[in-house]
């Protein structure tokens, strides 16, 4: 039964044969058996009001739209919009919850809050309307919790349509055209709603590397990204555009694109207001500039702040952002130059044009100093540019980390990048240091059926809208979520077996990847372009900037200010310190700092050796366990994921041994040093 009001915004349809991923209806079953008003003003509240209507016409409740009360019984959920008098203001995107005489209540500081209000709700599932709950109030520490698509409009080459996409093609883009039918857009504001749910409000809809085609997004073909805002927006979510600095030249014609020409800003103007003519709420820009061969600023003698600014400029009578980032480097370095250093590059660039970025210009700096390895110190940018607004820029996508072929839920590394404190115990973590940009996952969806490729990597996806509201949550309590909605509603009899077996698979799955793939921080020995799989030297003698620098004697980087590229140096005490002495430098952080011999004892009390065999071995068997246990879950997991997952163990299997193998061989053959427990290196 629902009631009389129309509804304005539907709950979109899932296409067939699309995973539902953490929102199958069983999740809306204690919501939607209830009789549940929504009262406020704004699309959101719609959005709000279309989930309640949708929830209860399936389980039998009473959806009320308006503030009448109710004829006869009660109501027993209440959302509404405004401030509920708590302590501290909610914000428009913060609400608080509370139930009393019978009645739970979510207030939305916004009408965006309510709808965060909703998807708590949700998440509480039969909790929320048991016994009494005192007021619990929420808001995101983060304001901007972005995913940047890296999606090719048409087809690229090399890239295909998803640059390092590893599920299916994009979600956004089919053949050079924005995706327009009504089962396409559906699925997009399908993907607006699993992000709205999780917790995330913007999206870049196209490669950061802005190939032709996708260059016109900006100008002629600025309408097909509108039609994408406009399936976003129901959610709460803004839409972004990368954009490349070169655009004046490429798309305008004039003869530069040097930010000190009045044309060129004059031209980006005139170009933004057509944008927010088409997508009033667009969010803004995202621009690789001078990195991997993209246009920058550099070409003119200007710096990445003019350049930044001059984007800045043309957006900020909106309210528009440019996200301007950090991935700045020598591409072409020589191997046999020691002194250039890869890692050092960000912070030698920017950290010097600290307090000279625009108030609507965001730095957007990678949380490594490298490339998402599966293990990189936290950049030393983060701590550097007190006063930037900083974005820290992770990658859902699998990029180093297996491709989602390999599962590795992610949670653990982002947390502990952004628990880490820059300037010490005294000081803010890097989540605080966010707080001006945001947290921005380069995405890992797609328009695979499962969403992500592997269906245990939409963990990977739900923990950025999580982490982004809570940088400091317990990243098992964001997996223990994810579960309890994504698998826990099809388990059956035993949810508890499942959820052992999903904790079991998921909670240690990022260190077994670090154990059978490059050791103690070294990074790479990926096989290059692709970067999926072993090959040890694969980056050794390349342009790239990514060496290990194995020789008979030891491995690992020099990056002590002592004796090495200085990069040690970038950090501010303890670190600075922590970092430069192979003593105190923690051990998965030793090669990337240190060129140490094979019996260089780690703090564990191993040899860097016998750690490389032990880990290596260890890893496998970690890997063969998770494919056991996962076989073992079938029955209590949806059959289509079950098997697509249980496809992928056997890969991850082959591909853990082939790390093995490689790794080990290659070290024993350098080193000479065999396995002190005897076991087979080849
Ligand atoms: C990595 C990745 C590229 C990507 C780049 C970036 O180098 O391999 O595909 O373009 O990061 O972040 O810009």
Known sequence: MTASAPVSVPVPVLPPGVDPAWLPPAVFRPLGTRRVQVSGSGP???????????????FGGTAVRGTAAAPGVPYDVVLAVGEDGGPDPLGSEGFALERSGGVTRVTGGGPAGLLYGLFHLVRLGEAAFRGGRPREAHRPALALRMLDHWDNVAVHPVMGQVERGYAGGSLFWRDGLARSAPGELARVRWYGRLLAACGVNAVAVNNVNVHRTEARLLTDRVGEVAAL????????????????????????????????????????????????????????????????????????GRSHADGANLLAGALAPYGGTVHWRAFVYDHRQDWRDRSTDRARAACDHFAPLDGEFAPNAVLQVKHGPLDFQTREP?????????????????????????????????????????????????GPGVGDLARGGGLVAVSNAGDDPFWTGHPLAQANLYAVGRLGWRPDADPRAVLREWIEMAFVPGAGADPERLRDGLHAVLDGSWRTYEKYTAPLGAGFMVQPGHHYGPSVDGYEYSRWGTYHFADRDGVGVDRSRATG??????????????????????????????????????????????????????????????????????????????????????????????????????????????????RRIH
């Open 565 to 678: 590229t200085g990069f040690a140096g970038q950090y501010a005490k303890p670190w600075a310190e922590v970092y430069e002495s192979a003593a105190t430098c923690p051990d998965e952080l030793l090669l990337f700092f240190h060129h140490v011999p094979y019996a260089h004892v780690l703090r564990s009390g191993d040899t860097v050796i016998q750690h490389i065999y032990d880990t290596h071995f260890d890893g496998v068997a970690e890997a063969e366990e998770a494919r056991r246990v996962w076989a073992g879950l079938a029955g209590l997991v949806d059959p289509a994921r079950h098997a697509r997952a249980a496809e992928r163990y056997e890969e991850q299997v082959r591909c853990a041994r082939e790390w093995r193998d490689h790794i080990n061989t290659y070290f024993f053959r350098k080193s000479g040093v065999p396995d002190a427990r005897g």
């Open 229 to 300: 805002a406009d399936a976003l927006r129901p959610y709460g979510i803004r839409t972004h555009l990368a954009v490349s600095f070169a655009a004046p030249v490429t798309l305008g014609g004039l003869p530069t694109a040097d930010p000190a020409h009045g044309a060129v800003a004059d031209w980006w103007a005139e170009t933004t207001a057509r944008v927010y003519a088409a997508v009033p709420d667009f969010g803004g820009y995202v621009v690789k500039a001078d990195s991997e061969g993209q246009p920058g600023p550099f070409a003119y």
């Open 378 to 426: 936290v950049s030393p940018v983060i701590g550097a540019m007190p006063r930037t607004r900083l974005a820290v820029e992770i990658q859902a996508t699998q990029e180093y980390t297996g491709q989602q072929r390999h599962v590795c839920w992610l949670g653990p590394m982002w947390s502990e990048v952004l628990r880490f404190r820059p300037g010490g115990e005294e």
């Open 44 to 58: 959101l509240v719609e959005t709000v009001y279309g989930e309640v209507v949708h929830a209860c016409d399936r």
